[in-house]
């Protein structure tokens, strides 16, 4: 068996996860603000260096799997810090526990939301790793929203990941130490992250619009998502890195069907 982080472990996708790699006999420390093994606030450098310090003492040393999967949608700076620095933070500050692994897994949670338009001043201060600079510049754009209805905060944080992984795969913290390293964007799942949207008929139709789901959707349970992560960090993942995997009910081709 092998031993798993998973941030987000309280709700939502990071429950789903922590439960299906449990089932498949895996021991998972799981990482949150409240209600799991390990209690970490991501939006700070304390409660990262936290999370170091008590998966270390959990875990021996060694961990085959991280999976960052918290995330706020709230159009506030601290989005910023969870969503893109705490995410991170959790890989690269848990990368030397994966190097002990005999077949060391990674894998984060971006967003659909990151094919919407970005914000290219907050875009380019993640990507710099300027922290104080982008969390300025979500205070400036505020409340603002997309056409739908979407924080740029949000979709920018999400974007930003996924290009953290299109960049960083190849390096020798990731590839060069045999350390797969993938994304999933998810669709509409069915959590406490959107349930207050998905309760109005208005709600329904502006994600059905930003996210139309023709395989069984217009949502999908956090199991979907949850059996991914579990596949894309297992054992078995040999081959695929540097990956941002859609699953989405077909939107994304809907989308964009001209990118193969
Ligand atoms: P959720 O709200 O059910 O779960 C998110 C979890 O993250 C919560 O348990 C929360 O306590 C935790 N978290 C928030 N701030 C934290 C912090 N500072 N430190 C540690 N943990 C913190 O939402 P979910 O839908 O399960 O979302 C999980 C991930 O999936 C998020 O990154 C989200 O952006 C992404 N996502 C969700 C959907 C969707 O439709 N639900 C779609 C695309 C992407």
């Given at each position: 068996t092998r031993t798993y982080v998973v941030t987000g472990?309280?709700?939502?996708?990071?429950?789903?996860?922590?439960?299906?790699?449990?089932?498949?006999?895996?021991?998972?420390?799981?990482?949150?603000?409240?209600?799991?093994?390990?209690?970490?606030d991501l939006s700070t450098d304390d409660g990262r260096a936290s999370l170091v310090e008590q998966a270390n003492r959990l875990s021996g040393g060694r961990l085959d799997g991280v999976i960052a999967v918290a995330g706020l949608v709230a159009p506030k700076p601290i989005t910023v810090r969870v969503n893109y620095f705490g995410a991170k933070a959790t890989l690269e500050s848990l990368q030397p526990l994966?190097?002990?692994?005999?077949?060391?897994?990674?894998?984060?949670?971006?967003?659909?939301?990151?094919?919407?338009?970005?914000?290219?001043?907050?875009?380019?201060?993640?990507?710099?790793?300027?922290?104080?600079?982008?969390?300025?510049?979500?205070?400036?754009?505020?409340?603002?929203?997309?056409?739908?209805?979407?924080?740029?905060?949000?979709?920018?944080?999400?974007?930003?990941?996924?290009?953290?992984?299109?960049?960083?795969?190849?390096?020798?913290?990731?590839?060069?130490?045999?350390?797969?390293?993938?994304?999933?964007?998810?669709?509409?799942?069915?959590?406490?992250?959107?349930?207050?949207?998905?309760?109005?008929?208005?709600?329904?139709?502006?994600?059905a619009e930003g996210a139309p789901a023709p395989l069984n959707g217009p949502a999908a349970p956090p199991t979907a998502p949850a059996a991914l992560l579990a596949w894309l960090t297992s054992e078995e993942n040999s081959f695929v890195t540097g990956q941002i995997i859609f699953i989405d009910g077909g939107a994304e081709s809907i989308l964009r069907p001209e990118l193969v």
């Open positions: 472990a309280a709700s939502g996708i990071g429950k789903a996860t922590v439960e299906h790699l449990r089932a498949q006999g895996h021991t998972v420390f799981g990482v949150d603000i409240r209600d799991t093994d390990i209690i970490a994966l190097t002990k692994s005999d077949a060391p897994r990674a894998a984060v949670v971006a967003s659909m939301g990151a094919l919407t338009e970005v914000d290219d001043d907050l875009l380019a201060l993640l990507l710099a790793d300027d922290e104080p600079g982008a969390v300025e510049a979500a205070e400036r754009l505020g409340t603002t929203t997309l056409a739908t209805g979407m924080s740029p905060i949000y979709a920018t944080t999400k974007n930003a990941i996924a290009r953290y992984v299109r960049i960083h795969a190849k390096d020798d913290q990731w590839s060069g130490a045999g350390i797969a390293l993938n994304a999933i964007a998810p669709g509409v799942i069915e959590t406490p992250m959107v349930a207050a949207t998905l309760a109005t008929e208005e709600g329904r139709a502006a994600m």
